[in-house]
């Protein structure tokens, strides 16, 4: 996936015509585009290796330069656009998935992402997910 982003402003579009304030005032908004799935794609990502994750406990996330990720304990495959920024608003397109209850389900997840080198958060909504770059 291609995205283009626009600044956050007082405002906000989206598809269905619903906007939470806070969303729309602390991120960039991001419009996804078709994404050239198979290529190195996310390689740029800052998201692209492999993370310890606090929720579930004891999981590992990974994200591939081809935009596909895997996490472990939540036996779940998903996509995510390749311009993930070090921080912002992201769609996050879970695949499947068969872990606990704290796993995110199968269905689209709008995402806040906040990345620094070794360290990330990852909100989608349930609770905030540490990572730990491994």
């Not at 290529?39 to 081809?66: H, I, Q, R, Y």
């Not at 389900?105 to 770059?133: D, E, F, M, Q, Y």
């Amino acid at each position: 996936m291609n995205l283009r982003v626009r600044p956050a402003s007082g405002y906000c579009l989206l598809s269905v015509s619903v906007c939470v304030l806070a969303s729309c005032v602390s991120a960039p908004v991001l419009e996804e585009q078709p994404a050239p799935f198979g290529t190195n794609a996310c390689l740029e990502a800052p998201v692209v290796g492999s993370w310890k994750a606090s929720v579930p406990a004891d999981d590992t996330l990974t994200f591939s330069s081809d935009c596909t990720g895997v996490s472990v304990v939540c036996r779940s495959r998903f996509v995510f656009p390749p311009n993930v920024g070090k921080a912002g608003l992201v769609n996050i397109q879970v695949l499947e998935s068969d872990g606990p209850k704290e796993c995110m389900p199968k269905g689209l997840h709008r995402c806040s992402v906040n990345v620094l080198t070794n360290i990330a958060t990852l909100n989608c909504g349930k609770a905030t997910v540490n990572l730990t770059r491994l």
